[in-house]
């Protein structure tokens, strides 16, 4: 196996923005939707304003200076490479922490907080709350490569993140995710094996008791509420995802149009952004990360990580280390701590937030990082 780690950075040749350009003006658009408002998906006026700022002011180089303002590398694990952030922090003692983003996110999510994680002295912290930030692409997902046969599903991920910090030196280290990077981190607890020493999450993950479903409280019904919207109005994408990636990927690899409009009704849905994104989120940031997936060719391969294990996850094996939880009031579904315990059975820290949803590293990041000070400060 090649264990080599070669330094990176991202730039994308200028023939590719060129032919994003030609594509977005080129673009034949449908009809308006029936309504004046998301409920038919991303609205027509909103998704051209969109584009047309993608390709009169949006500056992909912008993106592309402030990720490589951190150090990057690619390595090889089980025959694919993998792209990661690995940014070290000025502290001596400070504690290796994994970050790790889910669909439709990137590692350009994670760009607000890496600093304020590595030097907190810097940004109104103690000394005692550094982390060393390590934060890998997803296989298939932007800069790392794509798999070319099944088998990465959460599993295997979780046990190539575990060998990429013990290849970075790091015996011990602590794990966090949102999405699929909750998904994956959970499993790093559950598998256990010997370096990881607590999780985070903001995106928790588990099955209702009984009685949350007979006699509901205001929290649980908040909880039950959410997974019915989620499974009759907000689903459809992982329901292609799961069974029919390559199929649904031809348009989103042809049509830069489709493929922000995919990731933008998520903006929509999933933000706390009461009706539009863009009160959440910026253009910019919402187009860094449509790009990424864009430029990199990453709807397909994305989207294989829901063939693989969207309704395959093990939720019945306990997670005995130590484990918090942030829970965003407008994540898809907030999950009760009540929900959460049979699975997670050393809850450490649990906190329940009045603002931000499911992008809560890249909507509210200043709250973000408190909570991964306050939880890993319990895990010392």
């Given at each position: 196996m090649n264990s080599t780690i070669?330094?990176?950075?991202?730039e994308i040749p200028d023939s590719k923005l060129e032919d994003l350009r030609s594509r977005i003006n080129a673009a034949r658009w449908p009809e308006h939707q029936t309504t004046n408002d998301w409920s038919q998906g991303v609205p027509l006026a909103y998704l051209k304003t969109l584009c047309h700022y993608w390709v009169s002011e949006y500056r992909w180089r912008a993106f592309e200076a402030r990720l490589n303002r951190f150090s990057q590398f690619i390595t090889e694990i089980d025959s694919l490479d993998i792209h990661f952030l690995h940014v070290k922090s000025p502290e001596q003692h400070a504690k290796p922490l994994l970050l790790t983003h889910g669909w439709p996110g990137s590692v350009a999510e994670f760009l607000k907080v890496i600093e304020p994680l590595t030097d907190p002295v810097q940004f109104g912290g103690a000394g005692g709350d550094a982390f060393h930030i390590v934060c890998p692409s997803l296989p298939g997902y932007g800069l790392s490569g794509k798999p070319k046969a099944p088998g990465w599903g959460i599993e295997k991920i979780a046990r190539a993140w575990n060998a990429l910090m013990l290849r970075l030196g790091y015996q011990t280290y602590f794990a966090?995710?949102?999405?699929?990077?909750?998904?994956?981190?959970?499993?790093?607890?559950?598998?256990?094996?010997?370096?990881?020493?607590?999780?985070?999450?903001?995106?928790?993950?588990?099955?209702?008791?009984?009685?949350?479903?007979?006699?509901?409280?205001?929290?649980?019904?908040?909880?039950?509420?959410?997974?019915?919207?989620?499974?009759?109005w907000d689903s459809g994408y992982s329901k292609l995802q799961a069974t029919r990636p390559q199929t649904f990927g031809y348009g989103l690899a042809d049509s830069p149009i489709a493929q922000a409009a995919w990731i933008l009704e998520k903006y929509w849905s999933w933000t706390d952004c009461n009706g539009d994104p863009g009160n959440a989120l910026t253009p910019d940031e919402m187009l860094d990360n449509i790009s990424l997936y864009w430029l990199t060719n990453s709807a397909a391969?994305?989207?294989?990580?829901?063939?693989?294990?969207?309704?395959?996850?093990?939720?019945?094996?306990?997670?005995?280390?130590?484990?918090?939880?942030?829970?965003?009031?407008?994540?898809?579904?907030?999950?009760?701590?009540?929900?959460?315990?049979?699975?997670?059975?050393?809850?450490?820290?649990?906190?329940?937030?009045?603002?931000?949803?499911?992008f809560a590293a890249l909507e509210k990041p200043a709250t973000f990082v408190e909570e991964i000070r306050a939880c890993f400060r319990n895990m010392q």
């Open positions: 070669e330094p990176f950075a991202l966090q995710g949102g999405d699929w990077g909750a998904t994956i981190t959970s499993e790093i607890g559950r598998q256990d094996l010997g370096a990881c020493r607590g999780i985070h999450v903001n995106m928790p993950v588990a099955r209702p008791p009984a009685q949350a479903l007979t006699n509901p409280t205001a929290e649980d019904q908040a909880a039950i509420d959410g997974f019915n919207f989620y499974r009759n391969s994305s989207g294989r990580l829901y063939w693989e294990s969207f309704t395959k996850q093990n939720l019945d094996d306990p997670i005995s280390l130590p484990m918090g939880a942030s829970i965003f009031p407008k994540e898809i579904i907030p999950l009760p701590k009540s929900w959460a315990q049979k699975r997670y059975q050393n809850i450490v820290y649990w906190n329940c937030l009045d603002a931000g949803g499911h």
